[in-house]
């Protein structure tokens, strides 16, 4: 009788093992395309992502670099003070969107411009993203606001 209790708490615990795995691999493999990874115009200088590759992009939005053309689609430069990336946008960009102010997108970068499907814009008048702030200190550039 002991013995079958023994035998039938392995086969618990085996059963219990494969299904965490199982679940850990469906889990991973689910969130493949969700994770984006963020990236300093610096970062993408120098090692260029492949044209496939769906990354965030942070900085500040280059002072004098924002065109708008016909429609909806907008050009601008974004810089972290090492490096400076063009960015192409078609949509409605964030009321808060500026020169000089900082912003993170996400997309591809393609032949050396990054198309942008999303952009997100400060959030009020001090806040910048914490991934974007870090940017810039590494760079020597950022400026803490005032107040």
Do not use: C, W
């Not at 002991?2 to 679940?23: C, N």
């Not at 590759?53 to 050009?75: A, N, Q």
């Not at 003070?81 to 500026?98: I, K, N, S």
């Not at 001090?126 to 803490?144: F, H, R, S």
């Amino acid at each position: 009788m002991k013995s079958l209790k023994k035998q039938r708490r392995i086969q618990i615990i085996g059963v219990a093992v494969v299904a965490l795995v199982l679940s850990t691999a469906l889990i991973g493999y689910a969130m493949r395309d969700g994770i984006n990874f963020f990236r300093a115009p610096s970062q993408v200088i120098a090692e260029p992502p492949g044209p496939g590759e769906v990354f965030r992009i942070g900085g500040l939005v280059e002072e004098g670099s924002l065109v708008r053309s016909d429609g909806k689609t907008i050009r601008f430069s974004v810089t972290d003070g090492g490096a400076v990336v063009p960015v192409v946008y078609t949509g409605v960009l964030p009321d808060l969107f500026e020169e000089k102010q900082g912003m993170i997108g996400t997309g591809r970068y393609i032949n050396g411009t990054f198309e942008a499907t999303e952009i997100l814009a400060k959030h009020d008048e001090t806040y910048m993203p914490k991934e974007v702030v870090d940017a810039l200190k590494a760079q020597g550039v950022y400026v803490a606001p005032e107040g």
